[in-house]
Every structure is written in C-alpha cells, then in structure tokens.
C-alpha cells in the first residue's frame, strides 16, 4: 500500500500541503479531527477535491494521532491506495441506544460477503451502547471476518459526536467499513493497564447500559464521593474511575466507562452493559502500567499479524488514557512506534471506547480505557 | 505558578529573576505537570481513605456476623457437623464434639475419615452407619434420617441435608439429637401399658370366675332348700 499523512491545525493550516494534490489512486482516506472542524464542510470539500475517487471514512475525536504526535482540534487525514484491497462502506442512523443492537445487524448485513476479511467500524459516542453494537455485528458476519472500530469522540465535553462514511458528519450515525481481499493480513491487540481496587460491589439496580443502583445505594453518590471536588466535572472526571465488571467464571473482565450522567434520575449511562446481578469494582490507572498497556496491545498486534512489520497501525485509545497520562500521553503511542518499528504508519484518535476482539480469533467487544491497534499489510 | 516551582525559581536564580519569554511555553508546561502531580496524588490519596473505611466497615461487619452464626449453631439443642464435598470437616459445634467425645486433635485435623473410624468404634451397627456414610456422600443432593445406638446404649437421631449456596450444593451438614431419654421414658411406657393389660385380663378373668361361682352357689343354695323341704317330710308328727 502507499500511505500519506497530511496535517491540519490553525496555526499552520495543512502540513504537508493539501492544495493542489490531486491524487486519483487514494481509495481510502481516513479522517479524524476535531467536532467543531467536521461541522465546517469547507475542509471536507479541500480533501474530497484532491482525493476525488476516495471513500472518505472518519469521525470525531477527543484527540487525533498522527504518527507518534497528538494533536487537539485539529484534522488528521491518512491517505491509502491499496495494491489488492477492495473497500466497501455502509452506514446508518439510530434514534436511540436501543437500537444499537439493531442497528449493527443492519450494517453487517448490508455488507457483501464474498473475500470479506476485516470489517472497522466507526459509532457515535454518546448514544450508542456499544456492547449491544458488538453483539449486532457478531452475529450477522461470517466466522473468520474481525471485527475492530471504535466509539467516536467530543474532547472532553461528552456533548456530541460525529460519524461520516461518503456523507455529511453527523451524529446518532455508525458507519462500517469492509476490507475485501485474500492479500490483506489483519492484527489486532487491545490492553488496558487499569487495576480494579476496594471492595467488589454488587449491581443490584439497573437498565442496559444504565447504572443505578450499587449494594442498593446510589451509583452516582459513590462515584461523587470518591471523586471529591472533581466531582463537578463528571462526566469527564468519571473517567478517572472506570468500573471493572466481573465476568462469568473463566471469561476476562470488562472495563466500563460513563459517558453521561443524569442527576433526576441519579444514574450513570456507561459505553456498555452493566447488567444486574454482576459483581463491579471501582478502578484506578497507573502510568507506567498504561503505558506498558499500549506497548502490550502493539505486541498482540504485531504477533496476529504474523512477522511482518505492519504498513498502516490504526490506534484507537480511550480519552481516559489522555486524562490520566496528560502531557505524557505521547508516551504511549512512542511505545507503540518502538514495537512496530518505523516503517509503520500510526493513525488513529482518542476515543469515547473501543471495539476489539480479547484475543485472535474471538468475537469482538466493546472496551473502555484501553489503547486498541488494528494493524494491516497487504502481502 | 505552583509553589514548589515558585521556590525552585527563588532558590536556584533569585527574587526578582524575569522567566525569558522563549522559556514561558516550557515553564508553562512544567507547572501544569507539577499542578496536575499535586492532584493525582490527592485523587489516590482519597480513594485508599474511603477504600480503606469501607473495608473497615465490611470487615466489622462481617465480624459480628460470624459472632452472631456462631453463637447460633452453639445455641441449638443438636451437635451439628459440616462436611465439603471433600469430605473434610468445614465446621461443627461444641455439643458435636461432646456426643462422640472426640478429642480436640482429630476435629482440628478437620479429616472425616479419621473422625469417622473414632466414631464406627461406639456404635452397636458401625456397617450399617458407614454403609449410609458412603451412599450420601455419593448422592449429594439427598436427605436422611435414622437412629443410631450406641454400644453405651445411649440412641441418637441423625438428619442430615445437602448444603446449597444457591443452586449448588458445597457440602453436607448433620445433626445429632439425643434421643436416649426419649427412647427410655417410650419402652417404660410401653412396659407399663402391658402391665396394666395383663392386670386387667387378670382381673377380667377373675370377674368371670367369680360369676360363675355366684352361680354355682345359688345352684346349690337352691339344692340346699330341696334337700331341707325333703327332711321335714320325715320329721315325727
């Protein structure tokens, strides 16, 4: 494949320069920027102009990567012209997260099977239940087609977010991207780095992805009194505090994160399930195993790929991360540059979640503060 | 600008030392990453306080409800023994140890069959007991009942039940009543209750004897009169 990265931020406009490119043989541009940009359609039109036969596929974000940097309210563009690979797109809209589940077996079905080999999908953030998206997905696609994506992004306001595939950005909308083609090869590694701490409480009240109630007392009142006077910042600060859900005997943990918070009806909205009846424990990050959680994902990743050193990384990581980490969040994805070596190009964004298998050959899953890196060749 | 790197300024250039303005972004930074040190610190800090006092809480309160479980299983009338699926002994009370008068040493070992072949020596039945041992610990999910006599002659009654922590069963939990007394006043009873019927057929009979003797009387009461009618038919006018 030929890749190449372009750059905008408001001090120095496109780096390198995009006017007068006029590339025919981009199929895919990937595109991740921040939410006030995408709503300015004057920049969509610059790329679609020098990419013309391009599927643009994008959404926004709570911080775009490029390489080993990381930018805010900025556009990132990621320019591909595969040598095999076809690329189909699909998308659609959901009123509610009720439709989640809907909704991801109408995208996997409106995908051709033939030579499917890797499908990435893209959500919106806020009104999505992401675990529910997962199993919509799952159950519609072959076996042997992964599946890896994420949930879409708004800084660290939690206000909106935006999904586009070929259309206008816009919000309650998920797009899938399928990658077709026997010469394409897919990894993926996905890992957290956050240890569950204190007691195990007992979900004993709530709806989907809906927390009300732990042990019988108020959800929102315990996370406010571990929060303190970061309280007032929820739902952002309650990132610094993931739940880690029990599984059932044998099968991995799950880390949710919240991403709203309704004070009437004293609950928590997180990315994912909570169900009744689940043991959840209280979180806590620690840098350096944050970082080693990046380096660790890059591993996976490079291990299910087999040995050949990727050409195109795709990092997906949470925003939690960014809080936590802040001036050293470059850390991780220099970590991810050291495993995968130089040649690779490293693209991606900070999001609201993240959509991976555990381990090779699984279904996928929605995942909360990890960093998720999806690499691709092509043989 | 935090403290510590207020300090640090005063200390390594001086009081009224200008920060040049190509070092402002840096300087800048730096105290971001002191400020935002200070507050993951005091996040952590707060989290093992509140961490700390509900473990404390769940602790104490765990504790006293051990005292209180406790305090019932030594409060019952019955000796009761647990068993896991194992077989090794997960906990018994006082009024157990007391019925087999098994020694602190095997209990503690927490070995059923060591604690079993002490027991199988008092018993006047030691297969049938063991026999009924094995079938239960084979059938997890039954129930019993039956009396055990003692070569000492004391009798127990022996339930046990299958222990569930919701639908599965972890082990076996038997009791032991003390029956003996009960046993006793029963066969007394039942001696007195044939006392009293042999006495009464006794006495029925004897009421019947009596009857007839009655009767054998008039007979001859009446024959006594014929007799005496007779005689005075001989007497000299």
């Keep these: 494949m030929k890749i190449e990265q372009k750059r905008w931020t408001e001090e120095k406009g496109w780096f390198p320069e995009l006017k007068g490119t006029v590339d025919e043989a981009v199929q895919l541009v990937l595109l991740f920027g921040a939410t006030q940009l995408l709503k300015d359609l004057t920049y969509i039109h610059d790329i679609k102009s020098a990419y013309p036969k391009a599927h643009l596929f994008g959404c926004s974000t709570a911080g775009e990567i490029c390489s080993t940097q990381i930018t805010d309210n900025s556009l990132v563009i990621t320019a591909v012209s595969f040598e095999y690979t076809q690329i189909k797109c699909a998308q659609v809209k959901i009123r509610s997260s009720l439709d989640s589940l809907q909704a991801g077996e109408i995208l996997a079905r409106s995908l051709e099977k033939d030579d499917l080999v890797h499908v990435i999908v893209l959500s919106d953030g806020i009104n999505v239940n992401g675990s529910d998206l997962s199993e919509g997905l799952n159950n519609n696609l072959p076996e042997g087609v992964s599946i ?110 919240i991403l709203s918070v309704n004070e009437e009806e004293q609950s928590l909205t997180f990315a994912g399930d909570v169900p009744e009846g689940v043991y959840a424990r209280l979180m806590k990050a620690n840098f350096d195993r944050l ?31 960014k809080m936590i980490l802040k001036q050293r969040t470059e850390e991780e994805v220099e970590g991810v540059r050291d ?41 | 600008m935090h403290n510590l790197l207020k300090r640090q300024f005063k200390k390594y250039f001086g009081e009224s030392y200008q920060i040049p303005t190509e070092w402002q972004e840096l300087v800048n930074a730096v105290n971001d990453a002191y400020t935002q040190s200070d507050i993951d610190r005091g996040l952590m800090e707060r989290s093992l306080d509140i961490s700390s006092q509900e473990l404390l809480h769940a602790n104490s309160e765990m504790r006293g409800f051990i005292s209180l479980l406790n305090a019932t299983i030594e409060s019952t009338a019955d000796g009761i023994l647990v068993v896991n699926r194992q077989g090794k002994i997960v906990s018994f009370n006082q009024k157990f140890m007391k019925i087999w008068h098994i020694p ?67 082990g076996r939990v038997w009791s032991f009543r003390d029956i003996t007394e009960r046993k006793r006043a029963e066969e007394e009873i039942k001696k007195r209750v044939k006392e009293l019927e042999d006495f009464y057929d006794m006495a029925v009979g004897r009421e019947l004897r009596m009857k007839e003797l009655k009767e054998q009387m008039e007979e001859m009461k009446e024959e006594m009169e014929k007799l005496k009618k007779e005689l005075e038919k001989y007497k000299k006018p």
């Design chain 2, 104 to 170: 602190q040493q095997i209990v503690e070992s927490r070995d059923d069959e060591q604690a079993l072949s002490f027991v199988l020596d008092q018993l006047k039945n030691p297969d049938g007991f063991l026999n009924k041992v094995r079938e239960l610990y084979a059938n997890p999910e039954a129930e019993s009942y039956d009396e055990l006599i003692f070569k000492d002659e004391r009798v127990f009654e022996r339930y046990s039940q299958p222990q569930r922590i919701g639908q599965a069963v972890v």
């Design chain 1, 148 to 257: 890896t994506g994420g949930l879409a992004g708004d800084g660290e306001r939690f206000q909106e977010t935006l999904v586009f595939c070929d259309d206008i950005p816009a919000r309650d909308t998920i797009s899938v991207l399928g990658l077709y083609g026997k010469s394409l090869k897919v990894g993926y590694g996905s890992l957290g780095g956050w240890d569950p701490f204190g007691p195990e409480r007992l979900i004993t009240r709530s709806k989907g992805n809906i927390l009300y109630e732990l042990d019988g007392k108020s959800a929102l009142e315990l996370y406010k009194r571990y929060l303190g006077e970061h309280a007032k910042n929820l739902p952002a600060s309650g990132l610094l505090f993931p739940l880690s859900i029990r599984a059932k005997e044998g099968e991995n943990g799950l880390v949710r994160t």
């Design chain 1, 339 to 379: 495993i995968l070596g130089d040649k690779t190009v490293l693209a991606g964004f900070y999001s609201y979640g993240e959509i991976c298998p555990f381990t090779l050959g699984t279904k996928c899953d929605l995942h909360n503060q990890t960093m998720t890196i999806t690499v691709l060749s092509e043989k």
């Design chain 1, 291 to 321: 970082i080693d959680g990046a380096i660790d994902a890059a591993k996976k990743s490079y291990l299910t790929i087999g040995s050949f050193s990727p050409e195109l990384a795709i990092l997906i990581s949470c925003v939690g991360r």
